[in-house]
Protein backbone atom coordinates (compact mmCIF):
# COMPACT_ATOMS: atom_id res chain seq x y z
CA UNK A 1 0.00 0.00 0.00
CA UNK A 2 0.82 3.36 -0.80
CA UNK A 3 1.53 6.21 2.09
CA UNK A 4 -1.29 7.55 3.36
CA UNK A 5 -1.70 11.40 2.94
CA UNK A 6 -1.95 12.89 6.37
CA UNK A 7 -3.47 16.59 7.35
CA UNK A 8 -6.53 16.35 4.78
CA UNK A 9 -9.75 17.14 6.48
CA UNK A 10 -13.60 16.10 5.02
CA UNK A 11 -15.81 18.88 4.41
CA UNK A 12 -19.60 17.69 4.95
CA UNK A 13 -22.35 20.25 3.70
CA UNK A 14 -25.57 19.49 3.56
CA UNK A 15 -27.96 21.47 1.82
CA UNK A 16 -31.35 22.26 0.17
CA UNK A 17 -31.20 20.61 -3.37
CA UNK A 18 -31.95 24.30 -5.10
CA UNK A 19 -28.58 25.21 -3.73
CA UNK A 20 -26.68 22.84 -5.76
CA UNK A 21 -25.30 24.24 -8.85
CA UNK A 22 -24.67 27.54 -6.56
CA UNK A 23 -22.76 25.82 -4.08
CA UNK A 24 -20.62 23.64 -6.62
CA UNK A 25 -19.65 27.20 -8.57
CA UNK A 26 -18.49 28.19 -5.04
CA UNK A 27 -16.73 24.89 -4.14
CA UNK A 28 -15.09 25.72 -7.26
CA UNK A 29 -13.96 29.26 -6.99
CA UNK A 30 -12.99 29.34 -3.46
CA UNK A 31 -10.37 26.39 -3.57
CA UNK A 32 -11.58 23.00 -3.45
CA UNK A 33 -9.95 20.58 -5.97
CA UNK A 34 -13.10 18.96 -6.58
CA UNK A 35 -16.20 17.46 -4.79
CA UNK A 36 -18.77 14.93 -4.53
CA UNK A 37 -22.49 15.20 -4.58
CA UNK A 38 -25.01 12.83 -2.92
CA UNK A 39 -28.46 12.98 -2.48
CA UNK A 40 -29.60 13.44 1.33
CA UNK A 41 -32.84 12.92 3.61
CA UNK A 42 -33.66 13.61 7.47
CA UNK A 43 -34.92 15.91 10.05
CA UNK A 44 -33.61 18.70 11.48
CA UNK A 45 -34.58 21.96 12.39
CA UNK A 46 -36.13 22.74 9.08
CA UNK A 47 -38.62 20.26 9.99
CA UNK A 48 -38.47 16.42 7.81
CA UNK A 49 -36.68 16.33 4.25
CA UNK A 50 -38.30 13.40 3.04
CA UNK A 51 -36.96 14.40 -1.08
CA UNK A 52 -40.33 12.79 -2.41
CA UNK A 53 -40.69 16.27 -4.54
CA UNK A 54 -37.65 18.83 -5.59
CA UNK A 55 -38.85 21.25 -2.39
CA UNK A 56 -37.82 18.95 0.07
CA UNK A 57 -35.31 17.35 -1.23
CA UNK A 58 -31.56 18.07 -0.05
CA UNK A 59 -28.07 17.10 -1.29
CA UNK A 60 -24.96 16.54 0.67
CA UNK A 61 -21.37 17.52 -1.14
CA UNK A 62 -17.96 16.25 0.24
CA UNK A 63 -14.90 17.93 -0.21
CA UNK A 64 -11.49 16.49 0.71
CA UNK A 65 -9.42 19.27 1.16
CA UNK A 66 -6.46 20.93 3.83
CA UNK A 67 -7.38 22.80 6.16
CA UNK A 68 -6.88 26.71 5.21
CA UNK A 69 -9.77 25.44 1.59
CA UNK A 70 -12.13 23.96 4.26
CA UNK A 71 -11.96 27.39 6.60
CA UNK A 72 -12.37 29.51 3.49
CA UNK A 73 -14.83 27.49 2.16
CA UNK A 74 -17.00 27.11 5.50
CA UNK A 75 -16.59 31.11 6.44
CA UNK A 76 -17.94 31.75 2.61
CA UNK A 77 -20.85 29.68 3.46
CA UNK A 78 -21.71 30.88 6.76
CA UNK A 79 -21.57 34.54 5.60
CA UNK A 80 -23.73 33.92 2.48
CA UNK A 81 -25.96 30.95 3.10
CA UNK A 82 -26.79 29.65 6.47
CA UNK A 83 -29.37 32.66 7.21
CA UNK A 84 -31.27 32.33 4.57
CA UNK A 85 -30.94 28.68 3.72
CA UNK A 86 -31.54 24.89 5.30
CA UNK A 87 -27.65 24.36 5.73
CA UNK A 88 -24.97 22.24 8.09
CA UNK A 89 -21.12 21.60 7.54
CA UNK A 90 -19.07 19.13 9.74
CA UNK A 91 -15.29 18.66 9.15
CA UNK A 92 -13.91 15.31 9.67
CA UNK A 93 -9.90 14.32 9.86
CA UNK A 94 -9.69 11.61 6.63
CA UNK A 95 -6.90 9.65 5.59
CA UNK A 96 -6.61 9.46 1.72
CA UNK A 97 -5.37 6.15 0.68
CA UNK A 98 -5.06 7.39 -2.90
CA UNK A 99 -3.17 10.51 -2.66
CA UNK A 100 -2.08 10.63 -6.09
CA UNK A 101 -5.24 11.45 -7.39
CA UNK A 102 -6.59 14.07 -5.32
CA UNK A 103 -3.11 15.82 -5.03
Known amino acids: MKAI ?3 RKLLSIVC ?3 LESRVAHDLGALGASGYTVIDA ?3 GAHGTRDGIWPPSANVRFEVICDMATAEVIST ?3 DNYYQHYGMISYLSDVQVLRPEKFF
Open 5 to 7: TPH
Open 16 to 18: EAC
Open 41 to 43: RGQ
Open 76 to 78: YLH
